[in-house]
């Protein structure tokens, strides 16, 4: 049984940091490519970042330089860092394995001052 537990979110003012973690079991981790996605009310559901089971990285133009993907095989964990918050960041934030139908519960992100 596939599960995505993520985690860290919370409410930040604008230009603050948080970390997201997503811990993954079910699948083998190692083998597969990882994404975090986001959704906004209202909006369609976004990827933000996706790693490669190798490790290469890809970002969203929106996040660009901000926000760092990275994944941690031991623990079966994905990791978000997002830096520079600012409010249209606000969303809730899913991890899922690239191709998959499944996905976690999401965490809340709000920034906001």
């Known amino acids: 049984q596939v599960q995505l537990v993520e985690s860290g979110g919370g409410l930040v003012q604008p230009g603050g940091s948080l970390r997201l973690s997503c811990a993954v079991s079910?699948?083998?981790?190692?083998?597969?490519?990882m994404g975090w996605y986001r959704q906004a009310p209202g909006e369609q559901r976004e990827l933000v970042a996706s790693?490669?089971?190798?490790?290469?990285?890809d970002y969203a133009d929106s996040v660009e330089g901000r926000f760092t993907i990275s994944r941690d095989n031991a623990k079966n964990t994905l990791y978000l860092q997002m830096n520079s918050l600012k409010p249209e960041d606000t969303a809730v934030y899913y991890c899922?394995?690239?191709?998959?139908?499944?996905w976690g519960q999401g965490t809340q992100v709000t920034v906001s001052s």
């Open positions: 899922r394995r690239v191709g998959s139908p499944y």
């Open positions: 790693i490669t089971s190798g490790g290469r990285t």
């Open positions: 079910g699948i083998i981790f190692r083998i597969s490519d």
